[in-house]
Nanobody
Framework: QVQLVESGGGLVQAGGSLRLSCAASGRTFSSYVTGWFRQAPGKERDFVAAIRWSTGSTYYADSVKGRFTISRDNTKNTMYLQMNSLKPEDTAVYYC???????????????????WGQGTQVIVSS
């Protein structure tokens, strides 16, 4: 049973930084893709970033490229999302997700991921 637990959300002023963590358990994630999605009130769940654990390859939404960095620590089975230069439009619930196998063409699609965390709230004030 795969379990994903997010942490690190909170309230920050525009221009500030936060680091989200996603602790994964229940499997060896060496062949998995894990990612971050976010959902603002009244909107769909959108792709933010993903990382392929076997190669370390990373993928980003255009809206966060250059500001957010996704990484993973294989020894801790933990994924991170470093968020810098935060904007009010980054306000959302951020979800950690994991799946296998996920080819590149569908890595940004939420249905590609079988496992989800409970979410952590990020609020960016202007």
């Amino acid at each position: 049973q795969v379990q994903l637990v997010e942490s690190g959300g909170g309230l920050v002023q525009a221009g500030g930084s936060l680091r989200l963590s996603c602790a994964a358990s229940g499997r060896t994630f060496s062949s998995y893709v894990t990612g971050w999605f976010r959902q603002a009130p009244g909107k769909e769940r959108d792709f933010v970033a993903a990382i392929r654990w076997s190669t370390g390859s990373t993928y980003y939404a255009d809206s966060v490229k250059g500001r957010f960095t996704i990484s993973r620590d294989n020894t801790k089975n933990t994924m991170y999302l470093q968020m810098n230069s935060l904007k009010p439009e980054d306000t959302a619930v951020y979800y950690c997700a994991a799946g296998f196998p996920i080819p590149d063409p569908i890595i940004r699609h939420a249905p590609s991921y079988a496992h989800w965390g409970q979410g952590t709230q990020v609020i960016v004030s202007s």
